[in-house]
T-cell receptor, first 110, second 115 residues
Framework: TQLLEQSPQFLSIQEGENLTVYCNSS?????LQWYRQEPGEGPVLLVT?????EVKKLKRLTFQFGDARKDSSLHITAAQPGDTGLYLC??????????FGTGTSLTVIP | KAGVTQTPRYLIKTRGQQVTLSCSPI?????VSWYQQTPGQGLQFLFE???????NKGNFPGRFSGRQFSNSRSEMNVSTLELGDSALYLC??????????????FGPGTRLTVL
């Protein structure tokens, strides 16, 4: 079983603020995906990172894969109410299967 | 193109009963994976089917089983339901096996409540 930790577990911020959520593990992963899940819906893929140190940007969202491929972060600039949701990281292990963290529940208050 | 559909959306059962959930993947997708989502454990992988064959299996008891049909539609079955089986069951489809890093498209889930 992979040990995967996402932090913080809950986050409530005002519209316009910046935030960073983290995904950490003691294992090395070949790649990692970030998903966002809104209430009543299934998760939707945001990005896949593959190379250690890789940085990807998706509008106001910036994703980084750690140099050692054991951790990742998601930074949101100028958060908007539409960013509200559960953010899940899903690293892929050597068994070629994705595992999901318990997620960070983000609420952006207008 | 229609997304992944799951039926039913909500289900209430009592302990000891069995349940069957259905998933229709996106047209052309051959891989279907099932996940259990609970507040405490997050999303946990149940199993993956690819071209009617189980490719991967998570750490769940034998009460949880599944199958895939020739049209890629999949069903999962849970027998002898326990209170702890109450969860959101998500189905995800992808073009090829999910282990290849291909994007998974999730359905809205089936909310199962066991009383």
């Amino acid at each position: 079983t992979q040990l995967l930790e996402q932090s913080p577990q809950f986050l409530s911020i005002q519209e316009g603020e910046n935030l960073t959520v983290y995904c950490n593990s003691s294992s090395v992963f070949s790649s990692l995906q970030w998903y966002r899940q809104e209430p009543g819906e299934g998760p939707v893929l945001l990005v896949t990172v593959v190379t250690g140190g890789e940085v990807k940007k998706l509008k106001r969202l910036t994703f980084q894969f750690g140099d050692a491929r054991k951790d990742s972060s998601l930074h949101i600039t100028a958060a908007q109410p539409g960013d509200t949701g559960l953010y899940l990281c899903a690293p892929r292990n050597t068994g070629n299967q994705f595992y999901f963290g318990t997620g960070t529940s983000l609420t952006v208050i207008p | 193109k229609a997304g992944v559909t799951q039926t039913p959306r909500y289900l209430i059962k009592t302990r000891g009963q069995q349940v069957t959930l259905s998933c229709s993947p996106i047209s052309g997708h051959r891989s279907v994976s099932w996940y259990q989502q609970t507040p405490g454990q997050g999303l946990q992988f149940l199993f993956e089917y690819f071209s009617e064959t189980q490719r991967n299996k998570g750490n769940f008891p034998g009460r949880f089983s599944g199958r895939q049909f020739s049209n890629s539609r999949s069903e999962m079955n849970v027998s002898t339901l326990e209170l702890g089986d109450s969860a959101l069951y998500l189905c995800a489809s992808s073009l090829e096996t999910s282990g290849g890093g291909n994007e998974q498209f999730f359905g809205p889930g089936t909310r199962l409540t066991v009383l």
